[in-house]
Each structure stands twice: as structure tokens, then as C-alpha cells.
């Protein structure tokens, strides 16, 4: 699949914002106005500049109003309902909290769940499609879920360090157990997506044409000799070495590096400065990922095209 | 309109022969020129006469080569677009409506007036069968030429959608697949029509004819290959002087 | 839940409809043009279907068809005459007015017809208006006039008609309704591409075979039940195989061949003599056969004579003579015409070919098929019945385009005779005004004087050494030698060789190129880079060697840029053409038809149809035909010529509504005709009376039809030639008989390739180069989305070939260390190109291919100058010279058939390397050029002008 940089920034900030929000909304963090702000504000941020980010995705931004319509079948109408209900009652929330500053337990607890739920609406986009048979499983949702709270997580960690308060240390030592968790779901993610492929699922290139009964199918013209958008959008191919390469960016940044500096900032001292640069790692390192998950993800699409296929060119089988 | 009618009354759809699709494309470009004029936004061409030409098309020629486990690599030519399925999975995942399956005769269509041009149509469907136009922002996909089939402004005979209208070869078939008794389900009946990755669970309405058996050509010297006709016994051309005799009554 | 909206499902389609002929290809098929009023009240063409009324596409059409819109708005169109301003080939012009156009081009040709009207050159190309542009260069007096048939298919016309008065291509076709077996040798998107869709769509509904004789396994080889993989160019070598097979099986049709074929008819067998190998004829110069009843020699013309097929005749005077049917015995039966000998050159199967003759035998034979339609033949004697043998063969380009393809054609044909199968029900059937025998077509023309038009037609069918264009000296008079001895059967000339020949001016040099619709600087020559320099070549005095060029065109192509003068031609929804029985017309076998094109829209660039152009060019030069008596011209403009002009009395470019408007072939012009045309659609079609439509050579019913309807002014019955004795009176030349021998260093080659009946060898580029440097074969076929180079203009055609790989085989691909997306060398004996390949499993093992003028010359057709088609399209044609490697003298013959002059671009040699990653990239470099139209706009949105 195409790894579009607006869909990229939008599942991985939204979903840092929503976990942060989701902590927020169950009352983690700290009295005082200075963490309060800020943290509301940077879950907001998140949140909505990786909304708006999705909104660059679409080609007729004037009718996105009407994405709100579906959500009795869609999960993209959902995620959109979702969203909105979830920073309304976070706002509200937030703004009581800071204006008033009275906590409404219940509604904070209504908008924590609802941020997973938005986060998980998010995931269903992707898990819910037959079509890429690497998304199609219920560790997609707990990969977004993970990473959320994650990167929430760990958020909380920095602002709280910032704002100087002392349980920052424990926050930063649950962060080290979310990434851990995290990377678990996504450690079990890459074993199936490494043992997934477009024939199991009955989408390869012999399914797609139903050719495969009278032997091996390969493309032999294209319909069109230059790209046309399914093949930019479906049939996107990523080097071996490029995908190695962002793999271990994904996972120095994304993990090993913001739990060693969690560490630190939970053993050694909850230096502000060490749980920030733990956050834009981590954010860099989920860049990486998600740009994976989208590039290394095998549309049925690019079977047409034979694009994706693991089987062999009949004559290097000869050979 | 996002979830799927029940059941639709027809299900209207095509039928394609691989056993006679020569390949030549009459199809897809008119296709393109009906739909460029008729339905919805033009079909728009990018970079139309630059480095990298790309348009929107509603169906598309790929071919194929074939290689049996005996015999030659056959090519078979393929036509490609949308299968106006049953469980149309680009349906049920559009969030604005745009999308739905007419529970009349079970045409799937964009309205797009209400397509925000997220694609994720495009991403559900299996078959490639939608297209984004770069101009219009907006999802284009196969109409059943829903504007030629029901349409009184033009004769009877050519209420069928242009690439069935089109092809030389025959080689397409329109009609309602939910009747046993209709020519397209008849020939689906009888010449093993099949639907194209049935593990998606998408219940295509189009449906494929194979591509008949070949004879190989390459059976050896004294192999199978021999001549049908024997030899006939006597001289040279002791035929000859007979089948003149016959001839001329002697 | 939304909803479901309101659809308006029966919009309106258009405002207007007009139905013209399509010109996307040579296919000519009717179309509906539906057409739009733009808000600036303009008509837009804003749809084009197939016309179903139309005998050609039956409604069908084609892609090239329905992305005619494309062509018609294309930027590549021209928009003013262009006089040149820079060098030649940099495409630097100035726009002039068409009177300053006309003015130079009348001030460039008067004093060339005056003096020495052989020094203009006048060569049309994919021109559909022959009969009149060929009118024209008759009256201007030049004999340097052809269209580009020799460069196409002449070996598919030239074998055909000598052989059974009529071809393949586009003048017969295969019996769709009733063939229960059909063979299709070399045929890519070639002529005639719907009908020939069509028909296969009706075979397969039948569950008729299908055998395909192709190298490649692409198109129609795809979808046969039967694919024969041939090495090309041994077509000729399978096909006698199987005739061999069918006589050793004694399975041929005896009464067929004795009634309708010159089987019977005697040949002299007197070696050394001067009449050997001719026919004995008796007194009244009729053939002789010999009558069984009396087993003595008897005129062919005795209609009571019991005709023998074998033996020996003792003529009078006591030398011998042998029927042809027993020469062919002879010479057929003989086991090195066997499968075994065939199958290893052919690469396939002795056992193969023994089937499909076995095939081919049971089907004419066991499944004969009898229509119970009485029919009388040209001798009066009533038929019961037709009686059918269904199987039916077509072949064209890949049997045409060698230097054996003459040869190759007439065993395919004979195959066809044998197995009676040629205008029987079933088989292949004629096209009116086919059937029209050798003899009934003129003979070339060529003798010119000052200011006089020529005494006949340029193009004709030689019977004999005699028929020859050869001056006093024995010097070619044509600029392409045509009908010499280079070419003596050159039926459609040799466009290909006009601007090597006039630039070595060899047998002359010229003063005026003057070209119609023919890419000669690009894909319609041989050695493209050659002839480009060839076309800027200057002489001593740094004047160009061929001083003047003349294009018109409606498009901006890579020839443009070479001419100095440019006319614009219309598109061809905006002009009036006919499409003539006079020349190519749209019949099917069961009915005479012929078309017109009218402008369904009017053209908004100041430009003009070429005929009408040429008509006002001819009255300006006051050529005869083209003036009145006052000197004014004769034709306001193609239109009034179409209606006005008489060929013969009552017989003009169109047969239909003539006279009162009754008239059908002949009558009065009537003012009113082509009014009736566009009333009909576009096209005239007349059906054959039941009772003529087979038989047709030999069915008095047909022949007193075809008179009537002008294609002859007597009934010209005629039998096939198995054995043609015009062939060997060119051998009897070459074994130096009679005034007219050729050089000596031509006999060998014109005595192997005259051979009376038809015979095999090897393509000559094979047999001049070292085969194990050369060890491959090269081909190009027409892909069927595109038609020459000018589909690239086509902004929805362009998608779909907008570049072309080289296919080579899996084998030779491994063996070269070649993957997808490779770029490799490949070289001739001439040149080399580097080109991207695909590998595919389906096409001959010696046989490298690809999709033929897709590459281009940056700066042409209106693209951007980094368009594909500049950087990853090539042409094989870089690779093929028009002249053969030398031979041991130093002689090099012309790249073609000995016989016809066909260029032989099918008998390129090759091999194959891998190209390193960083060499440069297509070559050869064939630089650029301006465009005078600039180029094409970035988006194309078409419809929104009438959605908006």
C-alpha cells in the first residue's frame, strides 16, 4: 500500500493524542494549572493535528461534514464520529477542569474510554479489509491500542517531568511496561504478517484471474504501460534493503530508546529533557512503523499486476 | 446508504468469455469515452501528453501468460472491472454514503455528490475496480452504463453498456444473473462461468468463462501426431485415376 | 439509511447524430458521431459508436474506433500551411496562407512537368483515395507514382491475384457462417481487424478450429484452439508439408481442380527450348488438355472433353507435355517436401504437421457442406446444388513481409485449391469487385513526355518480361524501380526505396519529393536513422540532394519536420472521402459495398482536405481532367469531384444512387448522391443475388451481376492458376530466352523465385549473414490498441502503449542473463539499439518480438519531449536495411522479395546482449525536433465542455 504521509501523521499522532487523553480522562497526572494546560493542549494537539492530517487525504475536503453519516456500517464513520464525540467530551472535561477545577470523574471516564474506542475505530479501518491480508487480524487493534497508550504514556511521563512532579518516575516506569506490552503485540503482528501472504489468503495472482487452474500465471502485458492510480496507491513495492533498514529505525527509536531513556528517568532521575527526547523518538520510531505498515502491506490489487507475489517466475523455477 | 440491500430483485452483470477475448482493448476505451461524457464527472487524463500519461479508466485489459504443467505458455487476456458483488466490501466501508448497491437491480454506484474522495473504497475492493479521478476528487468506478440500459432516448438493441455494444468479439454478455432462465446465466451454467477470488467473500455477480482447452501442437514425429486419413494402398496416385473414374461415370 | 438517489437514467446522449466512415486504422467501419452543441454554439464530437447497419463493423468497433475523439481534438493537429525555415528535419517553420502555399507548390511542379515530369516524386501512404491520387499523377505525367503497398502486403496482393484473381488482406475473407476449420498464418492487428474479430467470435460460437500459424501467441494466436509456433519465415516450407500429406492421402479435390483450376492444362516439356514450361495451347491459343475418353489431346475450351490430371501428351510436332496436376504431383509427393523435412527448419512437429493435414483432409471431406441453391456455371450447365468444403485459411503480414512471402502466399493458396475450398461454401470467398483475374487488371504504365499525361495506369499486373518499365538501355524507368528486374512484379510499387534510390540517383535523381500521409522519416522506412539523413543529405554545392519535399499531413509527425513545404490535412471527421469499388471499397463476400466520409464537423484551423487541395493544385498545373475547356477548374472540391467524375461512361467513384437515383455501379452522376449517402449512413451496400454468391469466378449469374454493376463491361469468367505461366516466362528470361533477359547477376535469383509453382526458400537476409552471429529472428506486429505512429498523439491510446518492450524468449533469456526490466543490445548486420526486454514463454524459440511504432522522435506528435514513447520506445526498424549485405562481388540486392519488391522487414537477423546499467540510453539518437503546434495540454477532462 501507498504510505501516504497524511494517513501516516494521522493514525500516529491521533493515537498518542487519544492515549494521552484516555490517561488524562481517568485522572493520571498532576494538579496544578501549568501540567494541566499543557498536558490538555498537547493531547489536543495530537489529536487534531492528526485529524486534520487525515482530512489532507481526501480529494474533496468540501463533503468530509458527510463522513459523519455513516456510522452504522462504516469504521472510517465511526473513527470520524468517534473522534468528535471523544474531544467533545474531553473539552468539556478539560474545560471544567481547568476553568472550574472540578474533575468530572464519570466524564472523564466516558471520554477515556471513547479515546480507546476511537483508537480502535481507527484500527478497524485497516483490520477490517480483506483486501490486505497483513491488517486483516484483531492484532492490528491491539497494535494501534498499544502504541497508544504507549506513546500516552509516555507523553504523560514528559509533562509531568516538566511540570517537576515526582511521579513522573513511576510514570516513565509504566511507560518502559506499556512499550513492552506494545512491542509484544507489534513483535506478534510481524510473525503473522511474515507468514502472511496474498495466495494463503486466496488472493494471489492464479485466485485473481482464476487462471491458476490451468497452470502458473505470470503478467504478461499491463493494461496501461504507465502507472495508473491503483498501482500507485495498491501495488506500492519497498525495497528488501529499505524496509530493513526502517525497521531498525522503527525499532531503536520507537523502543529500544525511549524505554532506555524511561529508565533512566525512572532510576536514575526524571530529567525533563531525557523523557522529551523519549517522546520525539518514539514518535519518529512509530513514523517509521507506521510507514511500514502501510508500504510493506499487500494489496490483492497488485496480484492483478503481479505485484506481491511470492511465487517464482516459472522460468527461474526452471533454472 | 452505506449498507448493502438485502436482496436486490436482478442482479445485473456481465459475463466474460477469455475463451474469445482477443485482448484489443474496444472495451476499455469505450468505455472510457461513454463514461467520460455520460454519468458523473468526466474521466480525466493527467499528464496526458507528458512523461507519465495516466487516467482514470473504468475497466481495464490485462494479459496473461499461462504455462501448463504440459504444452506451451498460452495467453489469455483478461478484462477487468467491477464485479457489482453481493457483499460489495467498497460499499459498507464508505463513511459519507457515496457508495451503495441499487437494491433494484443491484448496480453498485458512486453518488458523487456525496464523495469526499477518501479512496477507501478503492482499498476495500479486491478487483481494482475504482478509481480515484485526480480531477474531480471523486470515486469513479464501473456504472453498468446505468444510463444507457434503462434509456428511452436511445434504440432497444443498444441498451447495453458500451463495452458489451462494442466488443468484436463477443466476448462480453449483459443480463440479469439472478434469472436462471437468461442467456448470461445459461452460459454460465453450461461453461463453468466462475467468480474471481471467491475467498474474499465478496459474491461477484460478474462472472469469467474459462478459456476452452488447447491441443498442443507439440507431439512429436510418430508420436500422436499421426495423420487421421491413411495411407490409401496401391501406386503413387492409384487415387487419382479412380476418383477421376468416379467422376466422369466410368 | 440515505437514501438511494434520484438517477435521470435516460439522459439525453447528444444532440445530433451523423454517420461517417471511420479512419483510424485501414479497417474502414461505419460510425455513429454523435455530436454536442458547446456553449460557444460550436459542435462538439462528444461520442462515436459503431454503425450497425454497416456490412464492415456490424456496429462493433474497435479501440482505435471508439478513441477517434482523441485524434480528432489532438494537439498534434496542424493548423496553417508551413513553409520551412530552419535546416530540414529541426522542424523550424513559418505559417504561410494557403494561396502563397499553393502559388509555390504550382511554382515548384509546372516547370518539372514541363521539362522532365519524372523528376517529381508523388508517393501516398495510408492514403484510402488511390483511384484518384493515382488520376492525378497520370495526368501530371510523372511514372513515379505509388501508394505504401509495397511496403505492407504487395506479396499477399501480387501472389493472390496471379494466382485466383483475388487475395487475402482486405479482398476476400474466410466463409465465418460455415467454416468448420480455419488456419490463420501471420496475422496481427493487420487489415480488416473487426470483420476478422467478428468471424472469429462466430467460429468459436460454432465450435469450428481455429489454427493459428503464428511465431507469437499473442491476439488471435491467443484465443486459437491451435497455435503453431512457427520460425519465421518457413511458412512456406509447412505448407507445402501439408500439401504433401494431402496428396500422399490422396485427399484433394479431384472434380474442383479439373473444373475451376488449370490442373488439366498441358505444360510443354521440351528442356532448352524457349516455350518450355510454357502452356501447349492449340490453334485458337487456348490451352490443351488430355481427354480421357480419348486419352488425345483436346482444347481446354471443349466442353464435352473428360480433362486428364496425370500422364503424357504428345503434341503435335511430337514433343511432349505434361498436365499441371502431375507436375505438382511430381514435385510435391517428393520426400523432401515431407513433414521430416519441414519440421526441424519450421520448429515443428513431423507429427504435427501430419495431424493437421489429417485434420484439414477429414473436415473439407467428411464434413462437406451442400447448399441447396441451384447455380449455372459460365458454360451453361446447370448445379444443383453448392457443395462446400469447410475449411478456410487467411493470412497476411507475416507471410508477406519476407523475400520468400510471394511464394509462400501461392502455397497457401494452393493448399486452398487442393483442398477446393476457395469460393465454395465454407471456404474463402471473394470481396466484389474481387473476383478479377491478372489478366483483367491493366499493365504498368510508365513512358513519359513533357506536358502529357501518361498513356495508363502507373500500377499493373506484367504478363511477361515484355510488360516491363524499362527504358531502351534496360534502365528502370520508375525512381523505385518497380517493374525492373529488381522487382518485376511490383503491382503496388516500391515506396520504400523512392528516397534511397532518388538520393543515390540511381537510376535518377529528382527535383520534387512530394509526399501524402506516409511517416517516411520515421516508421514507414526501412534503416529510419538512414533515410532521416538521407532526407538532409546536401550535394557538393551544399544543396539538398532531393531539392524540394512536399508533405501533407493532418498531424504533426516526425516527416513533417523534413518537408519544406507542409499542407495540412483535415481529421477525418472533418473532410470528404470516398471509399471507391474503383479502389479499396467496404464490400463483404455477399454484397458490393462502398462509403463515403463527410465533415460531420467543420474544421476550426485554417486547413483543407488534401484531395480537395490536390484538386486545385491540378487545375492550377491545367492537367487534363482537372480544367475545363476555359482552363477553370473542372471539381469546386473532393465532394463535386466524388459525384462528378466519370472513370469510364456511368461509372464513378461511387456506385450507389447513380443516375436517377436508382442506379446501382453505373448511371449519370446524380447531384443528389451524396445526400443519399448520408441519408443511408454513410455507405452503399447492394447484396449478391442468391444463386452468385460462390462460385463466383466460374457462376454466370455473378458474372452478369458484376457487369452490371460496372466492375466489367463483359463477363470475364476464368480458371485458377496452380501453375502461373506469366512466372515462368520471367524464368524462361533469366535462363536467356527472348529480347528482355535480366543482368546477369540476377538470373540465378529470378529463375529460384519465378518458379511457376509455388516453392520455398530460405529468406535471403538468413542466407547472407553468418548465422551463428546472427542467430535470431526479429519481428514487430501492430498491437491492436494502436495504428502506426500516429496513435500516440492519442491521449487514451497513449496510456495503453506508451512504450514497448522487446519480448525474448525464456531460454534465450537465460542464456543472455536477461531479467524483466533488463535493458539489452540487440544488433543486425546493420545496426544496433539498446531496448528494455520482457521475457514470455508464449512466442517461437528463435524469435525475439515487440509492438510495432511506438517509439518516437522527440519533439513530434505534440508530446513533451521525455514522453515514453522518446525513452522507451523504440523501432526495430533502425535495425533493417533496405539493401541486403553485400555478396561476395560486392553486389548488395534490395532488402525484399525477388518477385514483388515487398520490403522483407520480417527476414531481419539478430542477436542479443545484455546492455550494462549505465550506457546510454535509447539509440540510435535520432535528435529532435520542434513541434509547430507546441505541445498537448497537461489535463484532460473531455465531456465537462457540455457538463458545465
Known amino acids: 500500500m501507498h504510505p501516504a504521509f497524511s494517513v501516516i501523521v494521522f493514525t500516529t499522532l491521533s493515537g498518542i493524542g487519544f492515549g494521552l487523553m484516555a490517561l488524562l480522562g481517568l485522572g493520571f497526572g498532576v494538579p496544578g494549572a501549568g501540567f494541566q494546560w499543557s498536558a490538555t493542549i498537547v493531547a489536543f494537539a495530537f489529536a487534531v493535528i492528526g485529524l486534520l492530517s487525515s482530512v489532507l487525504h481526501l480529494r474533496s475536503k468540501s463533503r468530509a461534514i458527510l463522513a459523519f453519516s455513516q456510522w452504522r456500517s462504516s469504521w472510517l464513520s465511526r473513527e470520524g464520529v468517534c473522534s468528535v464525540v471523544t474531544l467533545g467530551l474531553f473539552g468539556i472535561y478539560s474545560l471544567v477542569l481547568l476553568l472550574m477545577g472540578t474533575r468530572l470523574a464519570a466524564l472523564g471516564f466516558a471520554a477515556a474510554v471513547l479515546a480507546m474506542v476511537t483508537v480502535f475505530t481507527t484500527s478497524m479501518i485497516y483490520a477490517q479489509l480483506r483486501t490486505v491480508p497483513h491488517w486483516a487480524s484483531w492484532i492490528t487493534p491491539a497494535v494501534f491500542l498499544g502504541f497508544s497508550i504507549a506513546g500516552g504514556v509516555l507523553a504523560l511521563s514528559a509533562l509531568l517531568a516538566i511540570s517537576g512532579a515526582p511521579s513522573a518516575r513511576m510514570a516513565a516506569q509504566w511507560a518502559m511496561v506499556a512499550l513492552i506490552v506494545a512491542w509484544a503485540a507489534k513483535a506478534a503482528w510481524w510473525r503473522r504478517a511474515a507468514e502472511t501472504s496474498l495466495e494463503a489468503a486466496g488472493s494471489g495472482i492464479g485466485d485473481a484471474t482464476g487462471l491458476g487452474v490451468l497452470g502458473a500465471v505470470r503478467p504478461f502485458e499491463p493494461p496501461h504501460t504507465s502507472p495508473n492510480y491503483l498501482m500507485r496507491e495498491m501495488a506500492f513495492e519497498v525495497g528488501r534493503k529499505r524496509a530493513r533498514a526502517l525497521r531498525r529505525i522503527a525499532i531503536a527509536c520507537g523502543a529500544v530508546a525511549p524505554f532506555l531513556l524511561a529508565g533512566l528517568a525512572a532510576y536514575v532521575g526524571a530529567a525533563a529533557p531525557l523523557l522529551m527526547l523519549a517522546v520525539i523518538l518514539h514518535l519518529v520510531g512509530m513514523l517509521a512503523e507506521r510507514w511500514l505498515f502501510f508500504a510493506e502491506a499487500r494489496h490483492a490489487v497488485g496480484s492483478f499486476y503481479g505485484i506481491g507475489q511470492s511465487v517464482a517466475r516459472p522460468s527461474s523455477q526452471a533454472a | 446508504m452505506t449498507t448493502l440491500p438485502e436482496t436486490t430483485n436482478r442482479k445485473l452483470g456481465l459475463v466474460i468469455d477469455l475463451d474469445v477475448c482477443v485482448g484489443c482493448h474496444a472495451c476499455a476505451v469505450a468505455c472510457k469515452e461513454w463514461n467520460t461524457g455520460a454519468y458523473g464527472a468526466p474521466l480525466s487524463d493527467q499528464d496526458a501528453y507528458g512523461a507519465e500519461p495516466s487516467g482514470t479508466w473504468l475497466n481495464r485489459v490485462h494479459s496473461y501468460e499461462v504455462k501448463p504443467q504440459d504444452g506451451p505458455a498460452q495467453i489469455v487476456h483478461f478484462p477487468r472491472s467491477c464485479l457489482h458483488c453481493e457483499d460489495a466490501p467498497c460499499v459498507t466501508v464508505c463513511p459519507t454514503g457515496a457508495s451503495y448497491k441499487r437494491a433494484e437491480d443491484g448496480i453498485v454506484l458512486v453518488n458523487e455528490d456525496r464523495c469526499m474522495g477518501c479512496g477507501l473504497c478503492a482499498w476495500a475492493c479486491p478487483y481494482g475496480a475504482r478509481e480515484m479521478d485526480m480531477d474531480a476528487g471523486v470515486m469513479k468506478k464501473c456504472t453498468l452504463c446505468v444510463d444507457r440500459i434503462y434509456n428511452a432516448q436511445i434504440p432497444a438493441e443498444d441498451r447495453v453498456p458500451s463495452c458489451v455494444r462494442t466488443c468484436p468479439a463477443n466476448a462480453r454478455h449483459f443480463g440479469d444473473l439472478a434469472d436462471p432462465e437468461s442467456d448470461v446465466s445459461r452460459m454460465v451454467a453450461e461453461r463453468g462461468g466462475y467468480d474471481l477470488m471467491p475467498a474474499q467473500g465478496t459474491r461477484p455477480v460478474n462472472k469469467y468463462l474459462p478459456p476452452r482447452p488447447k491441443t498442443p501442437c507439440e507431439t512429436g514425429p510418430g508420436g500422436a501426431g499421426e495423420a487421421s486419413v491413411a495411407t490409401p494402398p496401391g501406386s503413387l496416385l492409384g487415387w487419382l485415376d479412380r476418383a477421376l473414374a468416379v467422376i466422369d461415370g466410368e | ?948
Not at chain 3, 501461392?410 to 470467398?429: D, K
Not at chain 3, 480458371?719 to 533477359?741: K, N
Open chain 3, 1 to 948: 439509511m440515505t437514501p438511494e438517489p434520484e438517477l435521470d437514467l435516460s439522459p439525453r446522449v447528444s444532440d445530433e447524430i451523423r454517420k461517417t466512415t471511420c479512419y483510424m486504422c485501414a479497417c474502414r467501419c461505419g460510425i455513429n458521431v454523435h455530436l454536442r452543441t458547446g456553449p460557444d454554439g460550436r459542435k462538439i464530437v462528444s461520442y462515436i459508436e459503431g454503425n450497425r447497419d454497416h456490412p464492415k463493423n456490424q456496429g462493433v468497433l474497435c479501440a482505435k474506433g471508439s478513441a477517434g475523439i482523441m485524434q480528432h481534438y489532438s494537439p498534434a493537429r496542424l493548423k496553417k500551411p508551413l513553409k520551412r525555415s530552419g535546416p530540414r528535419g529541426t522542424g523550424e517553420f513559418e505559417e504561410i496562407s494557403w494561396e502563397e502555399a499553393m502559388t509555390l507548390a504550382t511554382d515548384w511542379l509546372a516547370p518539372v512537368r514541363h521539362s522532365d515530369p519524372r523528376k517529381l516524386a508523388f508517393f501516398t501512404g495510408r492514403d484510402q483515395s488511390q483511384s484518384f491520387t493515382s488520376w492525378w499523377a497520370q495526368a501530371f505525367g510523372t511514372p513515379n507514382y505509388a501508394a505504401h503497398g509495397g511496403f505492407c502486403s504487395v506479396n499477399m496482393a501480387a501472389a493472390g491475384i496471379y494466382t485466383m484473381g483475388g487475395a487475402f488482406w482486405e479482398f476476400g475473407a474466410p466463409d465465418w457462417d460455415r467454416a468448420k476449420m480455419f488456419m490463420i498464418f501471420g496475422v496481427a492487428e493487420d487489415h480488416d481487424s473487426n470483420p476478422i474479430k467478428i468471424g472469429l467470435s462466430k467460429l468459436k460460437k460454432r465450435g469450428a478450429k481455429i489454427v493459428a500459424v503464428n511465431p507469437v501467441r499473442t491476439g488471435y494466436n491467443a484465443v486459437a484452439d491451435e497455435w503453431v509456433g512457427i520460425t519465421p519465415g518457413t511458412d512456406g516450407l509447412f505448407v507445402i508439408a501439408l500439401i504433401h500429406e494431402l496428396l500422399r492421402m490422396g485427399k484433394v479435390d479431384v472434380a474442383y481442380l479439373r473444373r475451376y483450376t488449370n490442373a488439366p492444362w498441358l505444360v510443354i516439356d521440351d528442356p532448352g527450348a524457349a516455350d518450355h514450361g510454357l502452356f501447349a495451347r492449340g490453334e485458337d491459343g487456348h490451352p490443351l488438355i488430355i481427354d480421357r475418353r480419348t486419352g488425345w489431346v483436346a482444347s481446354s475450351e471443349d466442353v464435352d472433353a473428360r480433362p486428364d490430371l496425370q500422364g503424357e501428351a504428345i503434341l503435335p510436332g511430337g514433343r511432349k507435355a505434361r498436365p499441371v496436376f502431375a507436375l505438382i504431383a511430381e514435385k510435391y509427393l517428393d520426400s523432401g517436401h515431407g513433414p521430416e523435412a519441414a519440421a526441424e527448419r519450421c520448429g515443428v512437429p513431423a507429427g504435427a504437421i501430419r495431424r493437421l493435414a489429417g485434420d484439414l483432409a477429414r473436415t473439407a471431406f467428411e464434413e462437406e457442406i451442400v447448399i441447396e441453391q441451384p447455380w449455372t456455371d459460365w458454360r451453361g450447365k446447370r448445379h444443383e446444388k453448392m457443395i462446400g468444403r469447410p475449411v478456410a485459411f487467411h493470412a497476411m503480414r507475416g507471410i508477406s513481409a519476407h523475400s520468400n512471402g510471394f511464394q509462400t502466399c501461392r502455397a497457401i493458396h494452393l493448399l486452398q485449391m487442393l483442398l477446393g475450398s476457395v469460393e465454395t461454401p465454407g471456404g474463402f470467398r471473394f470481396k466484389p469487385p474481387y473476383p478479377k483475374p491478372a489478366e483483367g487488371h491493366p499493365r504498368p504504365h510508365a513512358e513519359c513526355r513533357p506536358d502529357t499525361p501518361l498513356a495508363g495506369p502507373h500500377l499493373g499486373y506484367p504478363m511477361g518480361p515484355d510488360d516491363l518499365l524499362l527504358d531502351e538501355a534496360g534502365s528502370p524507368r520508375r525512381i523505385d524501380k518497380a517493374f525492373s528486374w529488381e522487382a518485376p512484379l511490383a503491382v503496388h510499387g516500391l515506396m520504400h526505396m523512392v528516397i534511397s534510390n532518388a538520393v543515390a540517383r540511381d537510376p535518377y535523381g529528382i527535383d520534387v519529393l512530394f509526399l501524402y500521409m506516409a511517416n517516411m522519416a520515421w516508421n514507414s522506412s526501412m534503416n529510419t536513422a538512414g533515410v532521416m539523413e538521407m532526407l538532409t543529405r546536401t550535394d557538393e554545392n551544399g544543396d539538398y540532394v532531393i531539392p524540394k519535399i512536399i508533405y501533407s499531413d493532418a498531424y504533426s509527425s516526425e516527416m513533417v519536420a523534413f518537408a519544406d513545404l507542409v499542407l495540412p490535412d483535415t481529421t477525418y471527421l472533418e473532410r470528404h472521402d470516398c471509399i471507391s469499388l474503383l479502389d479499396r471499397p467496404v464490400s463483404e463476400p455477399d454484397c458490393a459495398a462502398d462509403a463515403i466520409r463527410w465533415p460531420v464537423v467543420e474544421p476550426d484551423r485554417d486547413v483543407r482536405g488534401f484531395q480537395s487541395a490536390l484538386l486545385d493544385l491540378g487545375a492550377r498545373l491545367g492537367l487534363p481532367g482537372f480544367v475545363e475547356e476555359d482552363g477553370s477548374p473542372r471539381y469546386k472540391d473532393y465532394a463535386d469531384y466524388m459525384v462528378r467524375h466519370e472513370r469510364r461512361p456511368g461509372i464513378g467513384p461511387l456506385a450507389g444512387w447513380r443516375g436517377e437515383g436508382n442506379g446501382r455501379g453505373r448511371g449519370a452522376p446524380n447531384p443528389e448522391q451524396l445526400q443519399r449517402y448520408i441519408n443511408n449512413g454513410g455507405f452503399f451496400s447492394t447484396e449478391i443475388p442468391e444463386e452468385a454468391q460462390f462460385f463466383k469466378p466460374w457462376n454466370a449469374d455473378y458474372q452478369n451481376w458484376a457487369v452490371s454493376m460496372g466492375f466489367y463491361d463483359k463477363p470475364t469468367p476464368y480458371l485458377f492458376q496452380l501453375y502461373v505461366e506469366p512466372l515462368r516466362r520471367f524464368q524462361l528470361a533469366a535462363e536467356g530466352h527472348g529480347d528482355r533477359q535480366p543482368p546477369d547477376a540476377m538470373r540465378e535469383r529470378i529463375a529460384q523465385a519465378f518458379e511457376p509453382l509455388p516453392t520455398w526458400y530460405p529468406p535471403h537476409e538468413g542466407e547472407r549473414i553468418d548465422p551463428s552471429a546472427f542467430p535470431l529472428h526479429a519481428l514487430t506486429q501492430r498491437p491492436a490498441a494502436m495504428y502506426h505512429s500516429w496513435g500516440s498523439q492519442n491521449a487514451w491510446l497513449r496510456q495503453i502503449h506508451g512504450e514497448n518492450p522487446l519480448y525474448v524468449p525464456e531460454a534465450l533469456a537465460r542464456e543472455a542473463g536477461l531479467e524483466d526490466g533488463d535493458w539489452a543490445w540487440v544488433t543486425s548486420h546493420h545496426g544496433r539499439i539498446r531496448v528494455p526486454i520482457r521475457i514470455t514463454a508464449a512466442s517461437n524459440n528463435k524469435t525475439l518480438w515487440t509492438w510495432n511504432a511506438i517509439g518516437k522522435r522527440k519533439g513530434a506528435w505534440a508530446l513533451d519531449r521525455d514522453a515514453p514513447e522518446t525513452q522507451r520506445g523504440f523501432l526495430l526498424n533502425h535495425l533493417i536495411h533496405e539493401l541486403l549485405p553485400p555478396k561476395a562481388d560486392g553486389m548488395r540486392w534490395s532488402n525484399s522479395d525477388p518477385v514483388t519488391g515487398q520490403a522483407a522487414w520480417f527476414d531481419l537477423r539478430v542477436r542479443i546482449e545484455k546492455a550494462g546499467p549505465d550506457e546510454e540510453s535509447l539509440s540510435p539518437d535520432t535528435g529532435g525536433q520542434q513541434s509547430p503546434v507546441g505541445t498537448g495540454p497537461s489535463v484532460v477532462a473531455f465531456g465537462k465542455a457540455w457538463k458545465q
